[in-house]
T-cell receptor
Framework: GNSVTQMEGPVTLSEEAFLTINCTYTATGYPSLFWYVQYPGEGLQLLLKATKADDKGSNKGFEATYRKETTSFHLEKGSVQVSDSAVYFCALSDQSYNNDMRFGAGTRLTVKP | ETGVTQTPRHLVMGMTNKKSLKCEQHLGHNAMYWYKQSAKKPLELMFVYNFKEQTENNSVPSRFSPECPNSSHLFLHLHTLQPEDSALYLC???????????????FGEGSRLTVL
């Protein structure tokens, strides 16, 4: 089964709205967790990461907290901009997957002016 | 500019053709990867190379054949593909394969493959 499950999109928001994209994971060990972003016509790039429980990753106004008790790593941003329109991927690296990066299906976000 | 370059960006091929995708990284990384990106599916890890040696083949059909002549170049040779193989193929690299600690993959922009 999938190691990473994230909410299906697409998500459409107005500028300055609050964003949450849910992500839950399955792993046998102590994974590191990541959010990657893919802007139109580009490859994926790392947005933020957390390597242990209760860590908060943050970058460009986005943040996500590693919750081991709920096996979650939800992405949030308080006020989205049009330039945040992209596809967001939750990912993990874990010993059960040979430390390779496993990704979710991606969530497409569109922000309208 | 991520330092990972993929060519061609777009490729259309028939089911009987033979073609290749190329990936080059200028970052001095030791690990390189091929991923397949299909709509509404998780990215699929296809192949992993570490110091030019293939270390992972995730049950990929033999019509996909990887080649890694050195740590900077990675190829994906395509032969007798099926229409369901149409997807975006992404190449990535990392300093080491130890992503649980080092964390970051550097991706190219992808090669959009259409199989007719």
């Amino acid at each position: 089964g999938n190691s990473v499950t994230q909410m299906e999109g697409p998500v459409t928001l107005s500028e300055e709205a609050f964003l949450t994209i849910n992500c839950t994971y399955t792993a046998t060990g102590y994974p590191s967790l990541f959010w990657y972003v893919q802007y139109p016509g580009e490859g994926l790039q790392l947005l933020l990461k957390a390597t242990k429980a209760d860590d908060k990753g943050s970058n460009k106004g986005f943040e996500a907290t590693y919750r081991k008790e709920t096996t979650s790593f939800h992405l949030e941003k308080g006020s989205v901009q049009v330039s945040d329109s992209a596809v967001y991927f939750c990912a993990l690296s874990d010993q059960s997957y040979n430390n390779d990066m496993r990704f979710g299906a991606g969530t497409r976000l569109t922000v309208k002016p | 500019e991520t330092g990972v370059t993929q060519t061609p960006r777009h490729l259309v091929m028939g089911m009987t053709n033979k073609k290749s995708l190329k990936c080059e990284q200028h970052l001095g990384h030791n690990a390189m990867y091929w991923y397949k990106q299909s709509a509404k599916k998780p990215l699929e890890l296809m192949f992993v190379y570490n110091f030019k040696e293939q270390t992972e083949n995730n049950s990929v059909p033999s019509r996909f054949s990887p080649e890694c002549p050195n740590s900077s170049h990675l190829f994906l040779h395509l032969h007798t593909l099926q229409p369901e193989d149409s997807a975006l193929y992404l190449c990535a690299s990392s300093p080491t394969r130890d992503l649980i600690n080092t964390g970051e993959l550097f991706f190219g922009e992808g090669s959009r493959l259409t199989v007719l």
